[in-house]
């Protein structure tokens, strides 16, 4: 296992990363599960492989193996009264839930689609690792594939998938983390935060308040939460939009897409996909753009999400924001150096 740079622990703080090692040592030994319902059988033996074998009886495998990589693109338009006019039209490309391990084909398919799609900053909501009480050196590999194909203005954060241990080499790589952290994006003058927190489903070693404090009261915060499960608590915070995954919306569906299995404890079903509200607060759920614990999707399929910030309806009209305008980082409370240096939007 890879060590815990010094610097990570002071910025996630000491009783937070004893707590986090703690379990991931447990989940690599089976003592605890991270499954619900059946799935918390997984100690004892792979649910996901019953799953799939009841799959492939069905005679379903390769449909299911065919669907996780029929990637859609979900155009989400977010209304945010008080949008700096230097944001208004500003694109967000969500990914989430890569768990880019679980088949060969599953980056090669993202890079190739998301070159093809116009966007101003990329945002990723966990879990870029497939079962974790096995190595995660491949799920690594894979991602050091992706970054360079991302959009230099880009920020991640931990899903319940993932061990702290691959904090260093993807920041070493260029993908900056947010451990309960923000930093502000700047554009002729005018600033939004992008706020984002550990994750809240498992190691539940998030702090809202933290990765929020310095964020001045009447400036756009974005929070990342991996799990859609802090929608009270960011709402009652203060922030204007919230980006979660997790869910996979599913994954596997009855037809109209009806989520047989729900894994986000104290969400609604409308939390499980899609946008919705939590009073003032925009909320929005990814299906997951890769898949996980079995290589196979039904009436689900996996999403690539472009977020288009507005200040008020268009009514039809189209307006993006300058693509040529320089963009400028500040760390805001990010107590790291990996910050992706400045430049033009794509």
Not at 191 to 219: K, M, Y
Not at 306 to 330: C, E, K, V, W
């Amino acid at each position: 296992m890879r060590p815990i740079p010094e610097s990570i622990r002071q910025r996630l703080g000491d009783e937070k990363t004893q707590k986090r090692l703690q379990i991931q040592e447990k989940l690599k030994q089976r003592q605890v599960s991270q499954g619900l319902g059946l799935f918390a059988m997984e100690r004892f033996f792979s649910v996901n492989a019953c799953v799939g074998g009841i799959i492939s009886l069905c005679g379903m495998k390769k449909r299911g193996l065919s669907n996780i990589l029929d990637l859609r693109i979900e155009q989400h338009e977010v209304i945010l009264p008080g949008l700096p006019a230097s944001f208004e039209g500003f694109r967000i490309m969500q990914l989430a839930d890569l768990h880019c391990d679980l088949d060969a084909g599953m980056i090669t398919r993202i890079r190739e689609v998301i070159v093809t799609i116009p966007h101003d900053a990329v945002m990723l909501t966990g879990d870029y690792h497939n079962k974790v009480s096995r190595p995660f050196d491949l799920s690594i590999e894979e991602m050091l594939r992706l970054i360079p194909h991302l959009h230099p203005l880009r920020f991640a954060v931990l899903g319940n998938h993932d061990f702290l241990e691959k904090v260093p080499p993807l920041e070493n790589a260029g993908l900056p983390f947010l451990l309960n952290e923000s930093a502000a994006i700047e554009r002729e003058g005018s600033r939004i935060w992008i706020c984002g927190i550990d994750d809240p489903h498992f190691f539940l070693t998030h702090d809202l308040a933290q990765a929020r404090s310095g964020v001045p009261a009447n400036e756009i915060s974005i929070l990342l939460s991996h799990s859609p499960e802090t929608y009270r608590e960011a709402a009652t915070l203060g922030y204007d939009l919230q980006l979660s995954g997790h869910t996979h919306g599913g994954q596997i569906c009855a037809p109209g897409g009806f989520p047989i299995y729900r894994n986000a404890p104290g969400c609604r079903r409308e939390h499980l996909s899609g946008s919705w509200r939590e009073g003032k607060m925009i909320g929005y759920t990814s299906r997951g753009t890769g898949s996980a614990g079995v290589p196979a999707r039904f009436h689900c399929p996996p999403e690539i999400t472009i977020h288009t910030l507005r200040s008020s309806p268009l009514n039809g009209r189209q307006m993006h924001a300058d693509a040529s305008a320089p963009f400028y980082l500040t760390k805001g409370n990010l107590r790291n150096d990996a910050l992706p240096g400045s430049g033009s939007g794509g």
